[in-house]
């Protein structure tokens, strides 16, 4: 089966630097992506890893390590807005669906 | 951008109840998924659909069905409804590009569904 494991909460202040980490479990692995959701909001998609490295879109990265079934999200210089849920993802053993971690709170305090 | 639109952001149904919920996407996505979403469970999939008229099991669809007689248009059924289905609906969308592809998939803004 397939399973991803994230922290369910992660605290920081403004300007500082957050990592969230994901381990998985797959039968088969394709890559792992990342989705933010404000509370109330819609999960939006954040980056993807298909092959091992890091990934940077500005303030966030993600990075994957295969031989570890490990990834991360980054967070640079948080800010207030960056207070969310953050999923990481993969896709199911028949290629065709994401399978989405619990979820880990970043709460962003000033 | 791609626009996923549920048609309800609250519902309110009685135990028992057969209940639709509607959802649309308007960029021509061969995908479509629907999810509930519980604290402390994160997403969890119920259904999807990759064609008109397609649809497979996700990790958890006892209790619910699906259609699909449009592209655009994915409708998540609850035949009988219970209140322990009273949960967050989330419906996505994606490109389809081959199979074990990653293509972003896009959400609607979920719909809140009690079961009381």
């Known amino acids: 089966g397939q399973s991803l494991e994230q922290p369910s909460e992660v605290t920081a202040v403004e300007g500082a630097i957050v990592q969230i980490n994901c381990t998985y479990q797959?039968?088969?692995?394709?890559?792992l992506s990342w989705y933010q959701q404000h509370d109330g909001g819609a999960p939006t998609f954040l980056s993807y890893?298909?092959?091992?490295g890091l990934e940077e879109t500005g303030r966030f990265s993600s990075f994957l390590s295969r031989s570890d079934s490990y990834g991360y999200l980054l967070l640079q210089e948080l800010q207030m807005k960056d207070s969310a849920s953050y999923f990481c993802?993969?896709?199911?053993?028949?290629?065709?669906?994401?399978?989405f971690g619990k979820g880990t709170t970043l709460s962003v305090s000033s | 951008d791609v626009k996923v639109t549920q048609s309800s952001r609250y519902l309110v149904k009685r135990t028992g109840e057969k209940v639709f919920l509607e959802c649309v996407q308007d960029?021509?996505?061969?995908?479509m998924f629907w999810y509930r979403q519980d604290p402390g469970l994160g997403l969890r999939l119920i259904y999807f659909?990759?064609?008109?008229?397609?649809?497979e099991k996700g990790d958890i669809p006892e209790g619910y069905s699906v259609s699909r007689e449009k592209k655009e248009r994915f409708s998540l059924i609850l035949e009988s409804a219970s209140t322990n289905q009273t949960s967050m609906y989330l419906c996505?969308?994606?490109?389809?590009?081959?199979?074990?592809?990653?293509?972003?998939?896009?959400f609607g803004d979920g719909t809140r569904l009690s079961i009381l």
């Open positions: 993802a993969a896709l199911n053993q028949a290629g065709t669906a994401l399978i």
């Open positions: 890893n298909g092959l091992d």
């Open positions: 797959t039968s088969g692995f394709y890559g």
């Open positions: 659909s990759y064609d008109v008229k397609m649809k």
């Open positions: 960029m021509d996505h061969e995908n």
């Open positions: 996505a969308s994606s490109l389809y590009s081959g199979s074990y592809s990653n293509q972003p998939q896009h």
